[in-house]
């Protein structure tokens, strides 16, 4: 229905369009896809910020590269797993798997995370490039998984603050 597309809402009302209708709410709140994108996503960055950590050290001191490349690919899984439990949640609370309007340009940008991170992988199982390369690569990767996920914790504080206004919004 028209009336209940927030990004139809936003542009015949003129302010900020709630991120969920009270139905999606509903579906949000009660879906267990919801409390497994909680746990997934502090997960990855964790996993994130160790595996940086064992790249930088590889990058700045030529040691480590068997270590750095573990971290990577398991950095990797996480983000294939958060990506297709959020995919997956996406579709249960809006009824599309992905690109819906309250996350239109995360999606985008999650696009080109997970090309980069999957880059790595085709580089790695092919043996393309140098090792110094392919950790390259992988820190091009995590550049762009550090804006994204800037991008949905912005979106989670300004649905906080819609939520703390009386308007509905994202609690995840």
Do not use: C
């Not at 139905?23 to 160790?50: G, K, M, N, V, Y």
């Amino acid at each position: 229905m028209q009336a209940e597309n927030p990004s139809f809402r936003e542009r015949t009302s003129g302010g900020p369009a709630p991120l969920y209708t009270p139905e999606q709410r509903r579906r949000r709140d009660s879906s267990p896809w919801t409390l497994i994108q909680a746990i997934l996503a502090p997960a990855q960055f964790l996993i994130f910020l160790a595996s940086l950590t064992l790249v930088l050290r590889y990058l700045m001191t030529g040691d480590g590269a068997a270590a750095a490349t573990a971290s990577i690919l398991v950095k990797t899984v996480a983000l294939y797993a958060i990506m297709i439990t959020g995919s997956i949640w996406e579709k249960q609370v809006f009824g599309q798997w992905l690109f819906v309007p309250a996350f239109f340009w995360e999606d985008v940008f999650s696009m080109l995370v997970l090309a980069l991170h999957t880059a790595y992988l085709v580089a790695l199982v092919g043996d393309l490039g140098t090792e110094r390369g392919r950790m390259l690569l992988a820190l091009a990767a995590y550049a762009t998984y550090a804006i994204n996920a800037a991008q949905f914790l912005l979106k989670l504080r300004a649905a906080r603050l819609q939520s703390s206004s009386g308007t509905l919004a994202v609690a995840g």
